[in-house]
């Protein structure tokens, strides 16, 4: 049988159709456009575009995730710029408290001591070791001035 023939080719799309039929519930439920997955009460379907149909819907996890990956900030199909506005825990407080950033400070300023000290280290190890390499450099062809400069 010839893959390209009329008859070959119709079977192919009967049994695509068929199997086109086998309980899909895609056509009833809005479904995310990244992991076709429905939304439910955790992870609500958002329109945040001007798509429309089938890839109009997608969880907020998946949109982030999918724009941390393609490094943009416009839907691909229809150029609309996404806009977000963060969205906080509802025990979150209305402020940091005071503790909290102090603590942060310090973690960074700390860092940056140690990195300081660090770096210290290195080149005090490195001119170290230049200053002993010169010396004997220095001390060699001293003695060798010496020692011909010596009229004995």
């Known amino acids: ?8 080719t119709t079977s192919n799309f009967n049994h695509l159709v068929l199997n086109s039929d086998d309980d899909d519930t895609y056509g009833e439920k809005d479904i ?7 939304g439910d009460g955790s992870a609500p379907l958002y329109h945040p ?9 997608v969880h907020q996890d998946c949109l982030l995730e999918w724009l941390k990956y393609s490094k943009k900030d416009v839907c691909e199909l229809c150029n609309h710029k996404f806009s977000f506005k963060p969205i906080y825990r509802e025990d979150m407080p ?5 503790f909290d950033i102090l603590k942060g400070i310090a973690a960074i300023i ?9 770096y210290c280290l290195v080149a005090s190890m490195f001119l170290f070791k230049l200053r ?19 009229f004995a």
């Not at 002993?132 to 010596?150: D, I, P, R």
């Open 1 to 8: 049988m010839n893959p390209f023939s009329d008859e070959a």
């Open 32 to 38: 995310c456009r990244v992991c076709r997955l429905t």
């Open 49 to 57: 575009c001007l798509c429309t149909g089938s890839i109009k819907y």
């Open 94 to 98: 209305e402020r940091l408290p005071l």
């Open 110 to 118: 700390g860092r940056f001591i140690r990195l300081g000290l660090t």
């Open 132 to 150: 002993s390499s010169m010396s004997k450099k220095l001390s060699t062809s001293y003695q060798q001035v010496v020692k011909k400069c010596n």
